[in-house]
């Protein structure tokens, strides 16, 4: 018994049957599409008892920088491509990709054709620890510009950014979000506001593996006004639904099934079906994502009440040790008893050797009948020996083995 709950409470400390109650997500900013779909998750994993705490933050960095913490308490991030890696972050699997989050670069006045005319301009790139931000300073290198003599760089939030871009207070704004981002859709068809083409997208895109080039269609914002007024060439990475390596297992077929149901839709820049997606952009996709897309969720969550599926898999890791512990140890056990029995009388039979060999010494009538009254206290143990059935046969040899040393002795009595 103490072995069976050494084994139960070794099954249930590494394999972790029962999944957390509550887990928490990094959403980006309050109003950010991020944030939005993060209550989408949340109302799915509600519907089976799981508590999605959305914690706020400025962005993609700030959240790999929590996921990566283990004391956080945030196990679950949607993060933009090109953010992290496997080597910076080995605690980190993804579930898959979900969206194109591209790159915007809206400019007030002006239609941006080069990119030394972001010389000299004031350029809103993101707060610290945005995705937004990162990308942008990481571009901008890349085509010299990136200290505050070649353009005044500013943090602001996106919905800040919006706003003095439209006041014209910021001449230029680089944001980061899929295309159902209602910021980026009041941009799209407001006056005096241009959204610029990426040049040498190609170039980008062989340059960062993680970016993808694509195509926004003259007019799509806005027909009637034809917004915007040419097709515009745009770089995105895809966002991915990240996910600490020792989240429950359950909770990431959660995910996944919400994923499916929230992403699979068609978009201005995806067919439906063509997300979530079994691609790893940064972090290795995680076996349990591996399984669902190859197969879907596991038949007892998919075919039982999440609780109840939890429940019947509580009871198999209960069985590990039962059956693996309990039943050897059951099986066992009556030989280790019977062996136990059984020395108990060959204990006796090494003292009734021992009585024999003095007996074979003996030369006094003295001596034999304190051997003698030996032998009767021995045969007295023997008669109090409680043994098996199976067991018995053994104590009466010894109890007639008793005997025989006994006449031997009486003979030396005798004379």
């Keep these: 018994m103490a072995l069976t709950c050494i084994g ?22 309050e109003g950010s599409f ?28 700030e959240a790999v920088n929590r996921l990566k913490d283990p004391k956080s ?29 591209p790159l915007w670069l809206f400019s007030r006045g002006q239609l941006l054709e080069k990119h030394e005319q972001l010389r000299s301009l004031r350029i809103s790139i993101g707060p610290e620890g945005s995705s937004s931000r ?56 407001a006056k005096d506001v241009n959204l610029a083409s990426i040049h040498r997208a190609d170039a980008f895109v062989a340059l960062y593996p993680y970016l993808n080039k ?45 994923a499916s149901q929230i992403h699979s839709g068609p978009g201005v820049f995806r067919t439906a079906g063509q997300f979530p997606a079994s691609e790893s952009v940064d972090l290795p996709l995680g076996s349990h ?13 998919r075919n039982l009440p999440f609780w109840l599926a939890i429940l019947i898999q509580q009871i198999f890791v209960l069985l590990i040790p039962v059956v693996g512990v309990l039943y050897p140890v059951l099986r066992i056990s009556p030989k280790i008893f019977l062996w136990m029995e059984r020395r108990r009388v060959y204990k006796l039979y ?21 051997f003698i009254e030996r032998l009767d206290r021995l045969e007295d143990q023997a ?3 409680w043994m098996p059935p199976s067991l018995r046969p053994v104590l009466y040899d010894l109890r007639l083995h008793i005997s025989m040393i006994r006449d031997e002795a009486q003979k030396y009595v005798s004379e």
Excluded: C
């Design 8 to 29: 139960v409470w070794l099954a249930f400390s590494l394999l972790h049957p029962t999944p957390p109650r509550s887990v928490g997500v990094a959403t980006g900013p």
């Design 34 to 61: 991020n944030a939005e779909v993060a209550n989408l998750y949340r109302d799915f994993l509600a519907r089976d008892g799981i508590d999605l705490k959305l914690v706020p933050t400025n962005g993609a960095v």
């Design 73 to 101: 308490g945030i196990s679950i991030a949607i993060l933009s491509g090109g953010i992290t890696s496997q080597h910076g972050s080995p605690d980190l699997i993804s579930l898959g990709t979900l969206f194109y989050e």
């Design 134 to 189: 990162a990308l942008s300073l990481e571009f901008l290198s890349r085509v010299g510009i990136i200290d505050q003599k070649s353009a005044t760089l500013l943090a602001l939030g996106p919905q800040e950014s919006a706003e003095k871009l439209l006041n014209g207070e910021v001449d230029v704004a680089i944001l980061m979000g899929p295309w159902e981002t209602p910021l980026l859709q009041q941009l799209l068809t």
């Design 214 to 258: 694509l195509v926004l269609p003259a007019g799509v914002a806005d027909m009637a006004n034809n917004r915007p007024p040419s097709d515009v060439i745009l770089v995105a990475p895809k966002a991915s639904l990240v996910v600490r390596r020792d989240l429950h297992p359950a909770i990431q077929y959660l995910l996944l099934e919400a």
């Design 289 to 301: 994502a591996r399984q669902f897309y190859k197969t879907g969720s596991p038949f007892l969550l």
């Design 350 to 370: 090494s003292e009734l050797k021992l009585l024999e060999e003095e007996l074979a010494s003996a030369r006094s009538r003295q001596a034999s009948k304190h």
């Design 383 to 385: 008669s109090r020996l």
